[in-house]
């Protein structure tokens, strides 16, 4: 990023252009870039740092807790395994990139994984054999390929992006849907504890599941321009998959069985998500969880006393032991041009040092959320730090709990729940989930999806909203990313 | 893998068929499989647990102390890209993987990346302004593609395998050509500390250097059937990229400077050479610092005392906390059975209690490189272990640096250096190291190639043992994967 671009910061405002602003955020923060090639993203090392940060939780609170094992399967999948299992094959055959027969020779389409059910699947088929194979569970971190024709937005639609997918293998179906709500609701205490993103937990109409589930269930944020982002999602899978790919084994009656199987997934649209969510006019806002650096010292230099300032910086510095601290001690730039800059890349907190806070032996401490400004003595710099950046992740995921809280609109009538709709407030209503109705749904009201079943769904009374016939379930509907 | 397999153990001895016998060990310690995608293999958990420590102790022994981030660049790569450094588009035009331009349009085609050089220095030509931008140092963790048209070797040769590049940009020759080899001693300490693993340092020669550097350093480690294995590269690129993507900056002086850049990585062959190195006719032996597991805990159970034993192995479980402990409590297998299991797999420390071991309140530890059995207290368990642990890894470097060493030999002529070539030696010799000698050399000998000239390189004085034109440098020369 040029230096004359930095300085002029976001030029719209969040509430007046949602997604210029965001995509300015993306740049301008340095966490995304755009790629020469079409639909790709460089996700530069801000970013990148809030994916390693995901990672990081995910390994030690889903992955290992959960007896889970990483591994590693092929980028490339044979075009025969997509269409062993009807419904899969079909709800991904137009996003597929394939690779060119001039290199891959005579034998078959070889294509770039969109998910890899089909060849994990195909391994599992050898590796299971008995019930002692089982539970088999096994996750991957990797890159996937899917071909949007949609415009690209940086983290939130693209053509290549980052995700971990969980494949899954029981003996019983119970074990197979305990488990899959499991995985589920830990992904809901990632995005609460790590990212300070509250979601709806809820399962999948039969519009909207995943293909070749049986049942998908989901956790959705919403954007503070009123659109649902799918953040996560968990598919029971029932057998379809295992007996289209010969997956079976000996229980303890030593007859053959056909196991019961879950996947689950979440990618790089989570940073999407908390960019959107917490950021502001100024640029980034980060929840210190997955900050990129949690402290910028700057000094406030002035040439007699540059040397005393820089020494206490470096002494406040060594005492943040355990954070992550940058001391902007470049020469070439103000100090108001480094707030700026660490404003903008979403610093958690700005520590300034200047002549007269070496005299008073205190620093100044500013939260980046709410630009709350505090003074401490040098003795007492960590631990009015450590408390400022558990307060703001804190602070960050109760105004984002507040707004999910009062978006949510309950309708009674087709003509409220229209209203609501146009509002973009997240509506709950009583619906026939039958898939043409909700494609009726979504025509009218431009473009409004269902987002999800609550999970703690109980039998409803009453017709559907819209077609009138006997409603099903209570369902979130919204319009989305 | 089919039990009934797994029984029948390693069918072949390492020394006679290395080859055959490498591959057993894969495929039946469950380190990796072959893939129904010709070329590509599976890295399975067991494999992929060691990828998994190399990048944490990379991340945190390379990436942090050096001041690099890590990022992510898309898997494509326009194919305009790789022309505009010539010798880097020729050097892997015949290896690359396009795209089908049925789905990726009428514009240029597209590569599945081989290397990242082009993709990361676009951008960096827009990210590279002024000498307050640099050095940069990036590296990314990705997977890349190579269309390798010989015989697939589980973690040596594929199609597509998992690596790490670094890609830094400098102010100045000098730090750049500091750094380039900093990084690759770097390497070195990690293959030693990490893997275990004794290798040569050294700098390629023309005819063996990166397609595009000005200078390629390399670590090579000695396999047991005395081929050389390239563990890890480490360029430097010079100016040349730089001007190809028309990085420059705005330098101290306020003129405009083009920077010099190195790049440098290692992949998931180093899994390759561990495995092959450390291993024997029983299975995998590896080193304790990236085993999967540390310990396995094996009950032998009589019915009457079953309880017992069952207790005391909790107990010792839980006093060996902070190590990966793994308690084989299944009921459906034997001791001896879960024995070899244990030893096919590599799990460096197996602990047997049995009836007897509880009367005496005492456990028998097994060490898997030596099969050496002690006994120990139950106090003194976790004491023993993580002794024993240590000298394990110790002691595999110390075997594998005596068979480096004892490989090496120092021809004084051509006919001491094909003898020294058949016996599968490494052997060192002075040579003019002009391509069209080297690729003669490689003829007369079936294949035999320079691995490196020494880092320590000194004016060397006499003829080529090969073509008696005045040499310039001892080189390392040996047949290798």
Redesign the interface.
Known sequence: ???EKKDIGITVKKQDDLPEWYEQVCLKAELA?F????G??????N???I??AVQAYFNANIIKPMGV??????????ES?FHKEAEHAEGFSPE?????????GE?E??A?RPTSET?MY??YS??I??H?DLPLR?NQW??V?R?ETQATKLFLRSR?F?WQEGHCVYATEEECEHETIEYLKRYATLCKELLALPVLIGRKTEKEKFAGAKTTYTIEAFMPDGKALQCGTSHNLGQGFAKAFGISFTGKDEKMHTPWQNSWGLSTRLIGAVIMTHSDDKGAVLPPAIAHAHVAIVPIIFEDSKEEVMEVCKTVKDRLKGLSVILDD?D?YTAGWKFNEWEMKGVPIRIEIGPKDVAKKQVVIVRRDSGKKSVASIDEAYKEVSVMLESMQHDLYRKAEEFLESSIVEAKSWKEFTDAIQKRKLVKGIFCGEIECEDTIKDKTGGASSRCIPLDDEPVEGNCLHCGNPAQHKIFYSKSY
């Open positions: 990023m040029p230096e870039e790629s020469p090639v079409k790709c993203m460089v996700i530069r090392p970013g990148y740092a994916w390693e094992k990483n591994a590693y399967f092929p980028l490339f999948i044979p395994f597929v990139a394939w690779l060119d027969k001039e290199i891959t034998g389409r070889l770039v060849i195909d391994s050898r590796w054999r008995s002692k096994i990797c890159n390929v071909w290549e980052l470049r070439d």
